[in-house]
T-cell receptor, first 112, second 113 residues
Framework: AQSVTQPDIHITVSEGASLELRCNYSYGATPYLFWYVQSPGQGLQLLLKYFSGDTLVQGIKGFEAEFKRSQSSFNLRKPSVHWSDAAEYFCAAGAGSYQLTFGKGTKLSVIP | DAGVIQSPRHEVTEMGQEVTLRCKPISGHNSLFWYRQTMMRGLELLIYFNNNVPIDDSGMPEDRFSAKMPNASFSTLKIQPSEPRDSAVYFC???????????FGPGTRLLVL
C-alpha cells in the first residue's frame, strides 16, 4: 500500500537554527512529491514539489527539499529558521493520478 | 488571482441539523477535491470531481454525506443529519489535472454539538 511517513510529530528549534523535516514514502515507482505548510487556522500552502530532474528542489520562503531515491526520502530543509516558520508541515506523494497520500504532519515550534 | 474560496469559515450547529459547505475553485481549474482533517485521522480525501463529474467518492463516510458540483465554479458538501463525530476541518482543493498540484482553500471548521 502507498504510504507517506513523517517520523517526527513535533520538532522545536531555536530561531536562526537550521531545520530538517523528514519524509519517507513507500510507492511502487517514484511518485510526485510535495511539501505543504499549514499555519494555525489556515489552509495548506504549497512550499515546493518534485516531479523529475534535479533532486534538489527550491521552494518558497527559503525552503528546499532533496529527493533521495535510494532512501525513499524527500526531506525538507531550511538553513535559518524564522519565528514565522512555526506551523505544521505536511509531506505528500502522488503517483500520476489525482490521489495524493499525505503524511500525518510535523508540527514545528520556534523558540525566540 | 484569487485562490480557492470556501464558506463559511466556521460553522457551529446542533446534532441532527443539515450543514452545507461551499467551495469556489480557482478559475480554470477543472479538478476539485473535498478533504476532511481531524487529529485522529489526518487529511482524508472525501470526493474528487473532474469536469464537474464525481470520479471517486469512496472516501465519503456514509450516506449522510453528499457532494455536488453543478458548474465549474461551485461545489457543495452537505451533511444531513450532522453528528458530533463530523466535527472537523473540511478543505476544498482544486487543480489542473496535468499539473498534479492541488491548491487548498482556507477550510471550514465545523463543530457539531
Amino acid at each position: 500500500a502507498q504510504s507517506v511517513t513523517q517520523p517526527d510529530i513535533h520538532i522545536t528549534v531555536s530561531e536562526g537554527a537550521s531545520l530538517e523535516l523528514r519524509c519517507n514514502y513507500s510507492y511502487g515507482a517514484t511518485p510526485y512529491l510535495f511539501w505543504y505548510v499549514q499555519s494555525p487556522g489556515q489552509g495548506l500552502q504549497l512550499l515546493l514539489k518534485y516531479f523529475s530532474g534535479d533532486t534538489l528542489v527550491q521552494g518558497i520562503k527559503g525552503f528546499e527539499a532533496e529527493f533521495k531515491r535510494s532512501q525513499s526520502s524527500f526531506n525538507l530543509r531550511k538553513p535559518s529558521v524564522h519565528w514565522s516558520d512555526a506551523a505544521e508541515y505536511f509531506c505528500a506523494a502522488g503517483a500520476g493520478s489525482y490521489q495524493l497520500t499525505f503524511g500525518k504532519g510535523t508540527k514545528l515550534s520556534v523558540i525566540p | 488571482d484569487a485562490g480557492v474560496i470556501q464558506s463559511p469559515r466556521h460553522e457551529v450547529t446542533e446534532m441532527g441539523q443539515e450543514v452545507t459547505l461551499r467551495c469556489k475553485p480557482i478559475s480554470g481549474h477543472n479538478s476539485l477535491f473535498w478533504y476532511r482533517q481531524t487529529m485522529m485521522r489526518g487529511l482524508e480525501l472525501l470526493i474528487y470531481f473532474n469536469n464537474n463529474v464525481p470520479i471517486d467518492d469512496s472516501g465519503m463516510p456514509e450516506d449522510r454525506f453528499s457532494a455536488k458540483m453543478p458548474n465549474a465554479s461551485f461545489s457543495t458538501l452537505k451533511i444531513q443529519p450532522s453528528e458530533p463525530r463530523d466535527s472537523a476541518v473540511y478543505f476544498c482543493a482544486s487543480s489542473l489535472p496535468e499539473q498534479e498540484t492541488q491548491y487548498f482553500g482556507p477550510g471550514t471548521r465545523l463543530l457539531v454539538l
